[in-house]
């Protein structure tokens, strides 16, 4: 995973003009790594581990899953964060959904450039 995502976000200028309006935090998490981010202001931050603070949502899945969602064509299933979680290789849950299903464009970039490099899906 990446620790920086605004430079891939910047390339999309779209997604930045929906960062405008939204205020929320998720987690992404492997089996190894999990990214705090923050969006709020047309700013998007990769935080530290908060401990003890709740995310609105968590996105996770296994290493290799992730790795199968970071090829340049990956294979049916793990082409968007939306399928591995019907797939049943992501889990999405949290305490407040509102922020991913009001932001889910805004979100799926976010993932792509933190996992990716790149903010497109």
Same mark, same amino acid.
């Given at each position: 995973?990446?620790? $920086?995502?605004?430079p891939? !976000? ?6 930045? +003009?929906?960062?405008q309006? =939204? ?20 700013d998007?931050?990769v ?5 003890g603070? $709740?995310?609105?949502?968590? !996105? ?6 992730? +790795?199968?969602?970071a090829q =340049? ?38 993932v ?10």
């Amino acid at each position: 995973m990446h620790t $920086e995502v605004m430079p891939a !976000l910047s390339r999309n200028p779209q997604l930045l +003009r929906r960062a405008q309006f =939204a205020r929320f935090t998720f987690c992404v998490k492997s089996e190894t790594q999990a990214r705090w981010l923050s969006v709020g202001d047309g700013d998007v931050r990769v935080l530290p581990d908060l401990a003890g603070a $709740e995310p609105n949502f968590t !996105l996770q899945a296994r290493d290799e899953v992730w +790795r199968s969602y970071a090829q =340049a064509v990956p294979p049916p299933g793990y082409n968007d964060i939306l399928a591995m979680v019907e797939s049943g290789q992501g889990e999405l849950d949290g305490r407040d959904m509102l922020p991913f299903f009001s932001n889910i464009f805004l979100v799926k970039g976010i993932v792509a450039a933190l996992i990716k490099g790149d903010a497109s899906w």
